[in-house]
């Protein structure tokens, strides 16, 4: 079989995806940042620079070199673990190598066979790839439609469903930055003796006392199991699941994600630690996001009509694909790594530019950026 033969299938799907103006490709980080999810900077922080050289130069390895169940576990995972349970108010803490394998091995294992797992449509990707993994029966959920939970969970024990509901939601939605009704979510689990699984990727270091995210009210509850990622506002990598103990050692004895993986870098651990440290000695971080945010949020719709998120993400919606690609294309032109994003990340027909704030910028960046989104718009790039 040829070369050409072999990779034919390929091709076709790469050459449709580039038809529909939905073709990816890899760009750098280049201008101002509007892209990237270190909403507090602190990836390049000196503070959590210098933690991990002195760990290093203290003997910490670079690489676990093993699970944590051989020889990967390290003081520094089990530090960051104790700290990380105390910080957001949970009994215990678990250490994953990023957001994506944590949302998939929660969903693939925790939920049993007998038991429902109900997604909000939106939720991130890799909840539904762990739901669709799983041993559960999935269902979706209109967005953040507490109405539309319940009666999942209602269908479903109606036809015999026997075993335990599992309500899966993000706080902080990643594309839109709209909120869970998380109040009303926990009423529901509540009620139905369910259990609620909060991914707080980006609420997490920005929302909260201390930045515990927005679910800090909901965490130490029996029925509530929480993820924060590491790698967008704490500025590191890797991703923390709490929740009970008895969670905590299941996923340990029964995780194939946590068992079968080389444990995260010690030296990634020893950032996120540092991170929780700057969370609570550096609130005047959160204060000045919170101050930018509202001056983008303003910007915004006073020159493009664009309603404001209420977040530190805010959505453009374009519509079409290849215009969404133009814009962002024509942004970063003149200086602003602004990105498309486009189907299926977001349903069909909301291709958009999604411009996240973050203390990389001033205002005066925001203010140049705002203006010349208007005036591309204007002209109809």
């Keep these: 079989m040829s070369r050409p033969a072999v990779l034919e299938r390929y091709q076709a799907t790469l050459s449709g995806l580039a038809r529909r103006g939905r073709l990816r490709g890899l760009s750098g980080p280049e201008g101002i940042d509007f892209a990237s999810n270190d909403y507090l900077g602190l990836a390049r922080s000196k503070r959590m620079a210098d933690a991990v050289a002195l760990a290093l130069a203290a003997g910490t390895p670079v690489g676990a070199a093993g699970s944590r169940l051989l020889r990967g576990n390290t003081p520094e995972h089990e530090a960051l673990e104790a700290k990380a349970a105390h910080f957001f108010g949970a009994e215990r803490a678990l250490y994953f190598g990023s957001g994506y394998v944590a949302n998939v091995a929660v969903l693939t294992t925790l939920p049993q066979k007998g038991d429902l797992i109900v997604l909000d449509e939106l939720v991130h990707a890799s909840a539904h790839e762990g739901a669709r993994a799983g041993r559960a029966e999935v269902m979706q959920a209109a967005h953040n439609d507490a109405d539309a939970v319940d009666d999942a969970i209602r269908s479903w024990r109606a036809q015999g469903g026997a075993g335990r509901a599992w309500i899966v939601v993000e706080s902080l939605y990643s594309m839109d930055g709209d909120r869970a009704p998380l109040a009303d979510l926990i009423e529901l689990a509540d009620r139905h003796e369910a ?63 946590f068992i079968y993986s080389t444990a995260p870098s010690p030296l990634m651990a020893v950032a996120a630690s540092e991170a929780l440290d700057i969370l609570s000695d ?21 020159r493009c009509g664009v309603e404001p998120s209420g977040s ?50 001033a205002e005066a960046d925001i203010a140049d950026m705002v203006e010349a989104l208007a005036e591309l718009v204007r002209i109809k790039i």
């Design 195 to 257: 259990f609620l699984f909060v991914d707080e990727a980006h609420a997490t270091g920005i929302y909260g006392p201390d930045g515990r995210g927005l679910a800090h009210g909901l965490e130490g509850r029996d029925n509530v199991v929480v993820l924060h990622t590491c790698g967008k506002a704490l500025g590191a990598s890797g991703a923390l699941v709490t929740g009970p103990a008895v969670i905590r050692d299941y996923l340990v004895n029964r995780c194939r994600p």
């Design 282 to 302: 550096e609130p005047e971080r959160r204060e000045r996001l919170a101050g930018l945010v509202a001056f983008g949020s303003e910007a915004l719709e006073t």
């Design 312 to 361: 530190q993400i805010l959505p453009v919606i374009v519509g079409d694909n290849r215009r969404a690609m133009a814009l962002a294309t024509a942004l970063q032109g003149r200086g602003f790594d602004v990105r498309g994003i486009r189907p299926p990340t977001v349903p069909e027909g909301t291709a958009r530019l999604r411009i996240s704030v973050t203390l990389n910028v």
